[in-house]
């Protein structure tokens, strides 16, 4: 008796959460696996009977038969020992501050424990580690913009082809191409970057080489191919975001890296002090209003948005090539506000 019941609860823990499936065959591994000897047509009597107690579900073909069993997509996990509140408030801040990391289906498999653990944490909610969820916020440093609106199904496609190693056919929507119908393409991924609130895709298209990044809210449509994923020769997606590929080195900015000297009001400067551009930056005063900040930096658009944010309060010393982009960058907004203002 004992035995059939450690089996039984052996058996409800191999049932994936829905949409996964398990088969009679693959839960009947599970349970050889762990030591019971028993035959596929038990497992098959054990499922029946337990699904009467419990919220499994087969998902059965036209002819009757189950392809496979699911936990209910809103069932309760069934957890032995019960929930400890450091596991409850890691469970909560990964669903807090990391939801775009998550594959859709790894969130969809999350989503009963994401509510055991709130139920845990509210139950405990005069114990210090209980209070760590309403004390700990995440705020944005750039300007707060609204997260863009993303197709669910291309979504999950892409996150699914990513996970098998697999490429996909999509409609993808540039934004070069607005007003055009998107374009059909063959793409291998080859990881996801999550920047502020758009995640990216890092890709190749059919056979080419050069990596691209494409965001994922623009494929309209994806489908996943039974075809293997090709990765360019020394790719290596920690290498491609350490390059500067992120910071856009594109344009006027060359991306190498440069001797960069700016002049700050010396308040403005203050938070480099503590948050330094690079480890070689050193801060020189040179009178009481102003510093001399020197820097092994990327040079990269974002170098130059970041700069521009200053207005009057930052001056570019050198490289003289990032000096003049920026002096002509800002005659020229100088000379717009000058000509709006004769209009408005």
Known sequence: MADAILRNLKLLQAIPHHPAKGDVA?????????????TRRQVQRDLERLSG????????????????????????????????????????????????????????????????AEETL??????????WSDCVRVVPREMPLLAPKLDGA????VYDALLGGKRLTARYASRSAVGKEPSDVEINPLGLVVRGNVVYLVCTYW??????????HRIRHAEVLEKDVSRPKGFDLDGYIRSGAFQYPNGSASGEAIALKVIFDKDVAAHLGETPLSTDQAI????????????????????????????????????????????????????????RARRV
Do not use: C
């Open 284 to 339: 020189k005063r040179l009178n009481d209003e102003e510093v001399l900040v020197t820097a092994t930096v990327q040079d990269t658009q974002q170098l130059e948005w970041w700069l521009r944010a200053f207005g009057d309060a930052a001056e570019v010393i050198a490289p003289k090539t990032l000096r003049n982009r920026m002096k002509a960058t800002l005659t020229r907004a100088a000379a717009r506000y000058r000509q």
């Open 26 to 38: 693959s839960l009947h591994r599970a349970l050889e696996n762990a030591g019971y000897r028993i």
């Open 154 to 157: 291309a979504a999950r496609t």
């Open 207 to 216: 056979n080419y080489e050069d990596v691209r990044q494409i965001p994922i």
């Open 122 to 131: 509210k139950r405990g909610k005069d114990g210090g580690l209980a209070r």
């Open 53 to 116: 107690s419990f919220a499994i579900r087969p998902d059965v073909e036209k002819r009757g038969y189950a392809r496979g069993w699911s936990w209910d997509r809103g069932a309760e996990i069934l957890a032995l020992p019960a929930m400890d509140p450091r596991t409850a408030l890691m469970l909560k801040l990964i669903q807090q501050f990391t939801p775009q990391l998550l594959p859709p289906t790894v969130s969809d498999e999350l989503r009963p424990y994401f509510r055991r």
